[in-house]
């Protein structure tokens, strides 16, 4: 059998395993997307669908001039990303960001997938090392790895996994707010791609009410953890206590801050806290409670969030909890391609190597599935230019940024795309403009690295054409 006769092997239906499956058959190639589920389930996933969204419906900033996401969005379009399509079909009102309906989302992925002619599904737990005649396999079984996989990649990295908490916020059902006490408005009345100015709900809290919540807050019982769960947070994802143990003005300068919102019930009364409530489905009839991630007992997170005005009556759909992410030590053990350097057939991809946000581990399944193609079909092709961002997301895990820990030993934590991340450029002032603010030149500089990005990108695909 030649090698194209084969098939390329992708372990994970995620995020990242669909991207990739997507991306390489659509250039040609022959894909099995091995999936455990629904034979083995997990502790957070509630369907059987591909690219099931188990944490926020949010893929964030949607701005691909002005914020590093928008543009991994924007270069992820421009490559026939089947996540960004399925999102934009069921996206929500979010202000600046993509929200999508999660079920409707993930629904439509899966039947792109299964629909797809160049892929076979299989279902089915792969619990050890991919066999030696699997030539060319993606493993992209992301933060949940089954416990015998994850024991045989530690094995042939030589490395320790590594580990971190990530939490999940409440759903909260629409007809249990107190309409009489919310409103709807986007801060500063951003209008987004399908929004109006007034797609979050928001609930005001007084000095009082506010700092009974945070009592609250901090005298919560908190699930403990194991003796092997010992490990640290993501700090883009803290539950609410930790950020609150952190100090009693923590929230109000986070998720609950109350800038770039009035309440018309109570318009000269500006609101010390407010928490805001994000459209979970098409629907409306489920809303996010944003940046609510908690790692509080379900009996006391009903009573506590039932403080929040507006909510006093809340039933929720879906309360808050935690799950272990773990992911590999990549800078130290993968190539500029992705591969395992002592083993160059397996590439890993997504949050297993070390990307953060469903966007980011989405955008590294189509880099691989891309490249694991190009190898099917005999192309010699690299990864997308640093100045991207999606190839700075893969110079950031493959040889980026180590960082030192509290007992100052190096080590690689995961990152979402930020623009620290993209190689500068030099931006001149205009002519004629006298003062130049610093504000201003720092937003001209974002929009010039966007604007190379998306030409690099478009040039790293022509050579897919070639």
Same mark, same amino acid.
Request: hydrophobic share 40%; with cysteine.
């Given at each position: 059998?030649?090698?194209?006769?084969?098939?390329?092997?992708?372990?994970?239906?995620?995020?990242?395993?669909?991207?990739?499956?997507?991306?390489?058959?659509?250039?040609?190639?022959?894909?099995?997307?091995?999936?455990?589920?629904?034979?083995?389930?997990?502790?957070?996933?509630?369907?059987?669908?591909?690219?099931?969204?188990?944490?926020?419906?949010?893929?964030?900033?949607?701005?691909?001039?002005?914020?590093?996401?928008?543009?991994?969005?924007?270069?992820?379009?421009?490559?026939?990303?089947?996540?960004?399509?399925?999102?934009?079909?069921?996206?929500?009102?979010?202000?600046?960001?993509?929200?999508?309906?999660?079920?409707?989302?993930?629904?439509?992925?899966?039947?792109?997938?299964?629909?797809?002619?160049?892929?076979?599904?299989?279902?089915?737990?792969?619990?050890?090392?991919?066999?030696?005649?699997?030539?060319?396999?993606?493993?992209?079984?992301?933060?949940?790895?089954?416990?015998?996989?994850?024991?045989?990649?530690?094995?042939?990295?030589?490395?320790?996994?590594?580990?971190?908490?990530?939490?999940?916020?409440?759903?909260?059902?629409?007809?249990?707010?107190?309409?009489?006490?919310?409103?709807?408005?986007?801060?500063?009345?951003?209008?987004?791609?399908?929004?109006?100015?007034?797609?979050?709900?928001?609930?005001?809290?007084?000095?009082?009410?506010?700092?009974?919540?945070?009592?609250?807050?901090?005298?919560?019982?908190?699930?403990?953890?194991?003796?092997?769960?010992?490990?640290?947070?993501?700090?883009?994802?803290?539950?609410?206590?930790?950020?609150?143990?952190?100090?009693?003005?923590?929230?109000?300068?986070?998720?609950?801050?109350?800038?770039?919102? /009035?309440?018309?019930?109570?318009?000269? /009364?500006?609101?010390?806290?407010?928490?805001?409530?994000?459209?979970?489905?098409?629907?409306? #009839?489920?809303?996010?409670?944003?940046?609510?991630?908690?790692?509080?007992?379900?009996?006391?997170?009903?009573?506590?969030?039932?403080?929040?005005?507006?909510?006093?009556?809340?039933?929720?759909?879906?309360?808050?909890?935690?799950?272990?992410?773990?992911?590999?030590?990549?800078?130290?053990?993968?190539?500029?391609?992705?591969?395992?350097?002592?083993?160059?057939?397996?590439?890993?991809?997504?949050?297993?190597?070390?990307?953060?946000?469903?966007?980011?581990?989405?955008?590294?399944?189509?880099?691989?599935?891309?490249?694991?193609?190009?190898?099917?079909?005999?192309?010699?092709? #690299?990864?997308?230019?640093?100045?991207?961002?999606?190839?700075?997301?893969?110079?950031?895990?493959?040889?980026?940024?180590?960082?030192?820990?509290?007992?100052?030993?190096?080590?690689?934590?995961?990152?979402?795309?930020?623009?620290?991340?993209?190689?500068?450029?030099?931006?001149?002032?205009?002519?004629?403009?006298?003062?130049?603010?610093?504000?201003?030149?720092?937003?001209?500089?974002?929009?010039?690295?966007?604007?190379?990005?998306?030409?690099?990108?478009?040039?790293?695909?022509?050579?897919?054409?070639?």
């Amino acid at each position: 059998m030649t090698k194209q006769q084969k098939h390329i092997h992708i372990i994970g239906g995620g995020l990242a395993g669909s991207e990739a499956a997507w991306q390489a058959a659509e250039l040609g190639a022959k894909v099995i997307l091995h999936e455990m589920r629904p034979k083995v389930k997990t502790d957070v996933h509630h369907t059987d669908d591909f690219a099931e969204l188990v944490c926020s419906n949010s893929f964030r900033s949607d701005d691909y001039q002005n914020n590093a996401v928008g543009l991994l969005h924007e270069e992820m379009r421009r490559c026939n990303s089947i996540i960004m399509a399925c999102a934009d079909k069921h996206a929500l009102p979010a202000g600046g960001a993509l929200a999508v309906d999660r079920e409707a989302f993930s629904s439509e992925v899966t039947k792109a997938i299964k629909n797809h002619q160049n892929i076979t599904i299989e279902i089915g737990e792969i619990d050890a090392l991919p066999p030696s005649d699997w030539d060319n396999v993606i493993i992209a079984t992301g933060p949940l790895t089954s416990q015998k996989l994850a024991e045989a990649i530690a094995g042939i990295t030589g490395e320790d996994s590594l580990s971190f908490f990530d939490a999940i916020a409440p759903i909260i059902h629409s007809d249990s707010i107190n309409r009489d006490t919310v409103w709807a408005q986007s801060r500063y009345d951003k209008v987004g791609p399908i929004g109006d100015g007034a797609d979050y709900l928001n609930c005001p809290m007084n000095e009082q009410q506010y700092n009974d919540f945070i009592d609250a807050l901090l005298k919560g019982e908190k699930t403990e953890f194991k003796e092997w769960e010992n490990i640290a947070y993501f700090e883009a994802c803290l539950p609410i206590e930790i950020m609150a143990e952190r100090g009693r003005e923590t929230l109000r300068f986070g998720p609950m801050k109350p800038v770039g919102l /009035t309440n018309p019930n109570d318009p000269e /009364t500006k609101p010390y806290a407010i928490v805001q409530l994000r459209q979970d489905n098409a629907l409306g #009839s489920l809303w996010n409670m944003v940046g609510f991630q908690t790692k509080l007992k379900y009996g006391e997170q009903a009573e506590i969030f039932r403080m929040i005005p507006g909510l006093e009556n809340a039933q929720f759909a879906r309360l808050g909890g935690l799950h272990r992410n773990t992911f590999i030590n990549s800078p130290k053990v993968l190539n500029q391609n992705l591969q395992l350097t002592s083993d160059i057939r397996l590439r890993f991809v997504g949050q297993i190597s070390g990307v953060e946000g469903y966007v980011e581990s989405a955008a590294m399944g189509l880099v691989t599935g891309r490249l694991a193609a190009a190898d099917y079909l005999g192309m010699n092709i #690299s990864t997308p230019p640093k100045t991207s961002a999606m190839g700075s997301l893969v110079n950031h895990i493959t040889g980026g940024h180590l960082a030192d820990d509290t007992n100052g030993v190096k080590s690689f934590q995961p990152m979402n795309i930020n623009f620290g991340l993209i190689p500068d450029i030099e931006v001149i002032k205009p002519e004629g403009v006298k003062r130049w603010r610093k504000a201003d030149r720092k937003k001209i500089k974002k929009q010039a690295i966007s604007a190379r990005a998306l030409e690099d990108i478009v040039n790293w695909l022509a050579e897919f054409q070639s």
